[in-house]
Structures are given as structure tokens and as C-alpha cells.
């Protein structure tokens, strides 16, 4: 009991270190924003009227949801459309090489970047604007947004908090969902294929050197090549929140942010489920990254393919659920809510969006976050 009180005892004094670093960091940004509102006294967790674990668990939705909408961001700077609709993004013309290579995957997909970025932007302030209307600490990462961003034509050039240029996209998504035998919930060793092998590749042009000697008309492999893997990590992100929502939901007290985390997460589904039927556009390739020497490998699966890689098949195969004694049964998974937080800030380190990130606070704090989220408890 006393090992247990000093290891909270530890986080929550570190917790309290950040939050007022931070807090120096962004006084100037933050203003008299809803991020002031939600900032407990010092070193003091607040959850204001909401049950600590609700708290928590929306906590690090929050920060899930500001990491999306920084990648988001940088996607459609580069490969979305102009609007107003999304206060904050900054489009500046795009980068018409790099959404003709998208478009290869589908004409309409500029729109759907924009739209879901707009999306991500929506769930994020939505989330940190319920936290603070029940007086519960809200989540601001601004000031670690130190990472260089493309310095390609179109996007702003803004710092950011994630990178697309080093990804890792697993793409066990793609056989997961393929798949009828195997869920990772029953069965957390067996290894779903990939459906692509990206490693170490760039989702966004660079810089002007990656979409050199293309046309919109005809871009080159290697401007494709950015563009399918943007297309895959697309998916690869949206059925992480897919999981996420329902993993959590099952840990929260109050029916209203049950409500929330119910209302928000399919809609992450219906972006994955979106993704993954263009990423199935991608056309065969090969390409090796001038930059870095990594390789990587498109083949077409629209034709000839086993079921589990067959591009087609976009509605979830049905899988054993809880226990093979069930029937086979058409699902999101995983759903295991069991350090379901940890899970998916893992997924997001390892897929390479921190690279670059040097301020070890950074991964201190969110690690924080997974963990209050992963202990909290639903009250009776
Ligand atoms: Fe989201
Ligand atoms: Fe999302």
C-alpha cells in the first residue's frame, strides 16, 4: 500500500512539475483560453465535478486527439482543400504535385483529408472545453510543438508536434480485419501480416526535392510512393481511434461522458473505414527513398490476392469475440480496455510521429496521461 502511495505520490509531483513548466511555456499562448480555466492550483490533480477516472480517461483522449490534429494538419496543408471551416489551419494553395499523387487513390480524397482534419480539431477542443466546464485540468501540448516540419510548397512551415517523415505504418489492420479466424483480444500472439512493409518511409513531401520531376498529369513512383503511404497511415491512425473509444468506454462512471466517448469514437471508424478502401487504390511499385535508402513496395491488391489482403473486402470479416465458445461475430477490435491507454500511445511512438521530439517531458507527461487513463476505475 505504501509502494503504492509513493509511486502516485512521485507521478503526481512530476505531474505538478510539468503542468507548471508548461504552464511557464505557454502563459503567453494560452491567454484566457480554456486551458487557463482548467489549471488546477499547484500540484494539485484536478478533476473538478467529474468521477478522477472520467477525468482521466478524457485527459487523454484530449491529448490523443491535439496528436491526430497535428498530423492531420500537416496532411492537409499539403493534400487538402480550401475552407473556412477549420479555425486554425492555415491553406495556402496546397502542394498540387503531392494531391495529384493522392488522387491516384481516389479523386475525392483532398476532401476527405480536409474534412477529417477538420474533424480531429473539433474532437480536441470539444473534449478540453467539456473538461473545463466541469472544472476538471485540461490538456495543452502546445509548447513541445518543436518539431521541424515540410518545407515543401504549401505547407506553413510551423513547428510541429509530430513527424510524417521517418513512419513506421504497421498495416496489421489490414489482415486483422480480413481475417476470420483471429482476434488480438483472444489471441494478443499471433502476428497479423502486413499488408505493405513501410519502414522509415516519408507520408508527406519533404521538401521540394520529393516531388521533383513530377506532373500533376503523371507524378513520378517516388512521389506515388508518399502518397499510398500516406494513404495507408491514414487508416493505420483512424482504426487506432476506432479501438481506443470502445477499449476506454468501458471504464467510465458518468453516463454523459460514456455519451461522449460513444458519440466520438465511431466516428473515427468511419474514417478508417474510408481509409482503408482508397489506401486499396494504391497502384504496384517500388520504390528506394534517395533521402534515406528505404525501400518500399506497393503491389496491387485489387487482383489475385488472398482474402485477408483482398482490397475489396472493407466490411469487417466477422472474428471469435470474448470467447471462441461464441459464435463468430462482426466487430471493432481490439476492444480489450485492459491498458488500453499505454496500448495506443505505444502504437503512436512506434509508428515514428515522436522522432525528433528531444524534450523528454514530453513523453514523461503523455506517458502520465496512458497511465491515470489505464487506472481508472468504473465507479458503481
Ligand atoms: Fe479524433
Ligand atoms: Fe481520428
Known sequence: ME?????????????????????????????????????????????????????????FLAAAEIIETDLWEQYAELGGVSTKEVPGLKFTGGNPLYT????????????????NTDDEFTHQHFINAYLASKGAETVDLSHFATIPGSTAKGSSGKKRLTNLMNLNVDTSYWTRYRIDSENPDLDPNFVFPQAVDIDNRTA???SDNDTAGSTVANPTDHLKAIAFTAGFHFAFIEQGGTSLYPSLAQRVTSRQVLRILLSIGPTETMHFQTWQDKAGNATPLTDVDPETGATVTFKDLTKNQPESLQANLIMPEPCPFLSRKFPICSIIRPTETKGAAMGALKALTDDGLFIGQKDQRFFDLLRDYAEDADEAQREE
Open 100 to 115: 495529384a499523387a493522392l488522387q491516384i487513390l481516389d479523386g475525392d480524397m483532398p476532401q476527405y483529408i480536409t474534412d
Open 204 to 206: 508527406i513531401p519533404r
Open 3 to 59: 509502494q503504492v502511495e509513493s509511486v502516485v505520490q512521485k507521478r503526481t509531483n512530476r505531474r505538478a512539475f510539468l503542468r507548471n513548466g508548461a504552464l511557464a511555456a505557454g502563459a503567453a499562448t494560452v491567454g484566457a483560453g480554456l486551458i487557463a480555466r482548467g489549471i488546477p492550483a499547484l500540484g494539485e490533480e484536478t478533476s473538478g465535478h467529474l468521477p478522477p477516472g472520467d477525468a482521466a480517461i478524457l485527459r
